[in-house]
């Protein structure tokens, strides 16, 4: 198996161990600085997996779904441990959650139409502003601004990103669709 899919790999095991330091972290700056670590690791894998394939032009069909669930499982994962201690709000996860899941299945619908909707900077700037705002939430740092946290703030800046990049997906399969179907 290639270093580029062991990491997708990685970052699927690592969820599970950030996600049990996040429940262990509400009485424990410990687990806290712990839980931030291994999350910002993981997250780490995701760039580095894509890099890795594609600068050793070792890219696949396992390896894409690899990294396209690992991404998806380490930020619901996340989430859904910081909605159970609560740091963040349910209605940011499940709106968070429920755009990953339908581009999951528009991804898997586009398969089988044998289209193909590549990622775009949307998309791309979208999972950096997650890991990024997850990692704040994990450390809930008292900084505030306008009466939010910090990471309440960079939360709500991963919604509206999420939501854009939702749009801007939708909108591309949409549209290769309908080329598809003019041929």
Do not use: C, H
């Not at 669930?69 to 940011?92: E, F, N, Q, R, Y």
């Amino acid at each position: 198996m290639s270093i580029p899919n062991l990491l997708a790999l990685l970052r699927l095991a690592l969820t599970p161990v950030a996600m049990y330091l996040i429940s262990q972290s509400v009485d424990s700056r410990g687990y806290t600085i712990m839980a931030t670590v291994v999350f910002v690791v993981a997250a780490l894998t995701d760039f580095a997996d894509g890099y890795l394939a594609r600068r050793w032009k070792i890219t696949t069909t396992l390896g894409a779904f690899l990294d396209l669930v690992a991404d998806k499982v380490l930020v619901s994962g996340a989430l859904i441990a910081l909605v159970d201690i609560g740091t963040t709000s349910s209605w940011i996860a499940f709106i968070i959650i429920a755009r990953e899941v339908s581009i999951m299945g528009l991804r898997s619908v586009a398969a089988l139409d044998q289209s193909s909707v590549p990622a775009s900077v949307w998309g791309k700037s979208k999972a950096a502003i997650q890991f990024t705002a997850i990692s704040f939430a994990i450390l809930r740092l008292n900084v505030v601004f306008g009466g939010f946290r910090l990471d309440q703030w960079l939360m709500g800046i991963a919604v509206v990103v999420t939501v854009i990049s939702a749009g801007d997906y939708f909108s591309r399969f949409r549209d290769a669709l309908t080329r598809k179907e003019r041929t």
